[in-house]
């Protein structure tokens, strides 16, 4: 009797540790498309390379989601059909950068009507309204380029007043969201998210799901969960974006870990912040990976996204400039003048990808033990 009580007691342990270890329904990626920065990160998109890379995703990585993000709503509808062609959930996230109000929400309803049809096609969709607005639209935060915008916030820190400008500005931002969900509403049917930055205070009534790029910039474990907690409430909760870059020293930065590059001279030599390059590290990237997975599922998150598959205005060069290193991209992208460049599929991966399949390989093994025992 008592052997078969331990027993019992075995299983039962095992079933509530499976629940407990594994919180994240979905798992993914942020896969780019093409977004309208200084220059278009996505310039021409290969579908044939898509398919292999959908395929990677979906069987090395071990994602059973994908957000999909970008301005052109042909090539999110298209990616998307293929991403569902490889037994991926779909975060559809339509991008419009530097768009005013009006604007947006023009090109919402245009998307809300495409993501529908999808919907209907039998894709699992989830949309996602936009991603730190105040910081990459127009018409909350001062500025009329993204610059102007960052410039203004990063000086908003010496202004004592504030977190009263920051209450003013969130009750801008949040009337803006408001028309835009509601726009999103008239035309689509399924569930609705918001990537918000945490300086953004969402009003998540509106929403199905809470968004927010949560990233880790040097807190202690304990102070990430402990800003992690404020998110959560009665509905699901997503990390939309997290990642590092890939040198000695971007563990720390987190979100900032780009700032590092300050761009180049008139001869194509980066200049780096402190006046020396960093020291490449994919190892480090490839840490910050399995430690914030491990820290978002113990924090009781319900999904996280890697950010990024790959950026490939970013180019890795074994010699010379090293963009790569300054990205959060989980593939090194080889520049059109690298022999590589030509080799299908024309990236290679980086220590943080093989991270990513051996973390979500083990949160999909523990999610089967949990089903097959139920």
């Not at 309208?36 to 994602?63: G, P, Q």
């Not at 199905?208 to 959560?232: A, C, P, T, V």
């Not at 900032?256 to 761009?263: R, S, T, Y």
Request: charge should be negative.
């Amino acid at each position: 009797m008592k052997k078969v009580f331990t027993i019992l007691i075995s299983l039962f342990l095992f079933s509530h540790i499976a629940v407990i270890g594994n919180n994240l329904a979905w798992r993914g990626v942020v896969y780019d498309v093409g977004l309208r920065y200084n220059t278009l990160s996505v310039d021409s998109l290969d579908y044939k390379k898509v398919d292999y890379e959908m395929e990677v995703i979906s069987n090395i990585l071990k994602c059973n989601t994908v957000r999909i993000e970008g301005e052109s709503l042909s090539r999110l509808a298209d990616v998307s059909r293929i991403a569902h062609r490889h037994g991926l959930k779909i975060f559809f996230n339509p991008w419009k950068m530097g768009a005013d109000e009006k604007e947006n929400i023009d090109y919402m309803t245009k998307a809300a009507t495409i993501a529908e049809q999808l919907l209907e096609e039998g894709l699992d969709m989830v949309f996602v309204a936009g991603c730190e607005y105040s910081l990459f639209c127009k018409g909350v935060f001062p500025g009329e380029s993204f610059d102007e915008r960052l410039q203004w916030f990063l000086s908003l820190s010496r202004n004592p007043d504030a977190m009263k400008i920051m209450k003013q500005k969130n009750a801008i931002l949040n009337g803006i969201m408001s028309k835009t969900c509601k726009a999103i509403r008239s035309r689509f049917s399924g569930k609705i998210t918001y990537s918000s930055g945490t300086w953004e205070d969402i009003n998540w009534t509106e929403f199905d799901i809470i968004g927010i790029d949560y990233y880790r910039n040097g807190e202690s474990d304990k102070q990430y969960l402990e800003g992690l907690n404020r998110y959560k409430g009665e509905k699901p909760l997503v990390v939309m974006e997290v990642g590092c870059c890939a040198y000695k020293g971007a563990y720390q930065r987190g979100s900032f870990g780009f700032g590092v590059l300050k761009g180049s001279d008139a001869d194509g030599n980066l200049i780096y912040e402190g006046g020396t390059p960093p020291v490449r590290s994919e190892k480090e990237q490839a840490r910050y990976v399995a430690d914030q997975i491990n820290l978002i599922n113990r924090g009781g998150a319900n999904g996280v996204f890697i950010f990024v598959f790959k950026f490939p205005i970013y180019p890795y060069r074994d010699n010379g400039a090293d963009f790569d290193m300054t990205s959060y991209a989980l593939v090194k992208s080889f520049a059109p003048d690298d022999p590589r460049y030509s080799i299908f599929p024309g990236w290679s991966p980086k220590l943080a990808f093989y991270q990513l399949g051996i973390s979500y390989s083990e949160l999909a093994d523990e999610e089967a033990a949990h089903e097959s025992y139920h």
